[in-house]
Structures are given as structure tokens and as C-alpha cells.
């Protein structure tokens, strides 16, 4: 877990940096702290908190990120308030830090939410990553390139990015 936690941290260093310009939306039901969600995908999440390394990373970054865990996962969302180039594909991360990754296919959820994954592995260590983007209009991308390039040039709005990393089974 806490080699996780490493390898996502790195990806908050690559993705973002920056955070909690006191911009919050106000209070949504569902929502932890006024901004992430309290339940992912049927469970309930777990704060882990950011570093104090990880919260310099989140200067500029226009935002939030929350690490999370549902007992067994590590989840990363990243709310997104403008198209930005600080939010980049995790396998970027994993490979930036040693870990050889190999895509996998996309996956298809119980949802019928389609999502990009990779493996990631360093010495005996073994990760399946995946993630997405969505925002509440209805818009999915499993890719980052493509969905900087459709929210580019539409100002403020507001995207979710989720990252799960978990042992293979």
C-alpha cells in the first residue's frame, strides 16, 4: 500500500500541482468535504489525506485532488475546473519512477463505463492501473490527450479523473 501511495503521489507530482484555491463549490449531497464523492463504485472511501510533499504539487493546479481507499484500492480523483496540461496520464508517473507498464485492454465496467489501464511492475511488485475522465454533462474520455483537446477553449466547467491502482488478481 505504501508503495502505492509512492507511485500515486508521483502521479499528483506529474499531473497536477496545485489545489484548494478556496474556489469549493458550494455543498453537493454525496459529496465529502464539499467536493469529492463519499462512495466509489458501490463502497465507501477512505480519506488517506495528502503529503505535505503532495500539496506542493497542487499550487496552480485548477482543482482538487483526493487520495482515497475503498479497503482494497487506491483511489485518486482529481476534480478538474479548466483544461490544463498538469493532468496527464498516470502511466507517465509510474514509468517516471521505474516501473515497466504495459497496456492493457480497455476495460468495461459494471456500469458500462469504459476505462484505460495498464499494468505496472517494479522488482515483485505487480499494479493494474485505470482511469478516466468524465464530466457532468454526460462527456467520457479514457485518454487525456483527448479530453484536453474537447475541453480546451470552453473556459470553467468541471471534470472528475479517477485513477484506481490495485494488485492484479
Request: charged share 25%; hydrophobic share 40%; net charge neutral.
Amino acid at each position: 500500500m505504501i508503495r502505492i501511495a509512492f507511485i500515486l503521489s508521483c502521479a499528483f507530482a506529474a499531473i497536477a500541482p496545485a489545489f484548494l484555491t478556496g474556489n469549493i463549490p458550494p455543498s453537493t449531497p454525496g459529496l465529502t468535504n464539499n467536493t469529492f464523492p463519499a462512495v466509489f463504485e458501490g463502497k465507501p472511501l477512505i480519506d488517506l489525506g495528502l503529503s505535505d510533499r503532495e500539496r506542493l504539487f497542487l499550487e496552480d493546479f485548477p482543482g482538487q485532488i483526493g487520495r482515497f481507499t475503498d479497503g482494497n484500492r487506491e483511489i485518486i480523483i482529481r476534480r478538474v475546473t479548466q483544461a490544463t496540461r498538469r493532468l496527464h496520464p498516470a502511466d507517465d508517473c509510474f514509468r517516471a519512477v521505474g516501473y515497466t507498464t504495459t497496456p492493457l485492454p480497455i476495460k468495461i465496467d459494471d456500469r458500462n463505463e469504459r476505462w484505460a489501464c495498464f499494468s505496472a511492475v517494479k522488482q515483485e511488485e505487480s499494479l493494474n492501473v485505470c482511469e478516466r475522465i468524465e464530466d457532468n454533462q454526460g462527456g467520457r474520455w479514457t485518454d487525456v490527450s483527448s479530453w484536453y483537446w474537447s475541453a480546451w477553449g470552453k473556459g470553467q466547467s468541471e471534470w472528475w479523473a479517477y485513477t484506481v491502482a490495485e494488485r492484479p488478481r
